[in-house]
């Protein structure tokens, strides 16, 4: 079992950067794959990234186009996302999830744990 923490939101201009950690507490933390999602009021949870146990296989969803950076520390159990160039689109809550490793990282119905999220408002 795994709980995970999301901090590091908040409000932000257009243009600016944020860096989100996920902090997990449990056993085997290294045995999960790890992903990030968001949610806007009235939408379908979005897929945003997704790393495998040891961070070095990625994956970014189309609309993140370069800006955005998931990496992760084994040794603190802890998940980040750098998020630059933030755009007002950009505002929603993010989440962490872990799942064991399996097909569709991208299906936030594959994850088997979550974080509570946290809010990004991209404003001027």
């Known amino acids: 079992q795994l709980q995970l923490v999301e901090s590091g939101g908040g409000l932000v201009q257009p243009g600016g950067s944020l860096r989100l950690s996920c902090a997990a507490s449990?056993?085997?933390?290294?045995?999960?794959?790890v992903g990030w999602f968001r949610q806007a009021p009235g939408k379908e949870r979005e897929f945003v990234s997704a790393c495998n146990w040891s961070g070095q296989a990625t994956h970014y969803a189309d609309f993140v186009e370069g800006r955005f950076t998931i990496s992760r520390d084994n040794v603190k159990n802890t998940v980040y996302l750098q998020m630059n160039d933030l755009r007002p689109e950009d505002t929603a809550v993010y989440y962490c999830?872990?799942?064991?490793?399996?097909?569709?990282?991208?299906?936030?119905?594959?994850?088997?744990?979550w974080g509570q999220g946290t809010q990004i408002t991209v404003s001027s």
């Open positions: 999830g872990a799942r064991r490793p399996q097909s569709g990282y991208s299906d936030y119905g594959t994850y088997d744990y």
């Open positions: 449990g056993q085997y933390f290294s045995n999960y794959a």
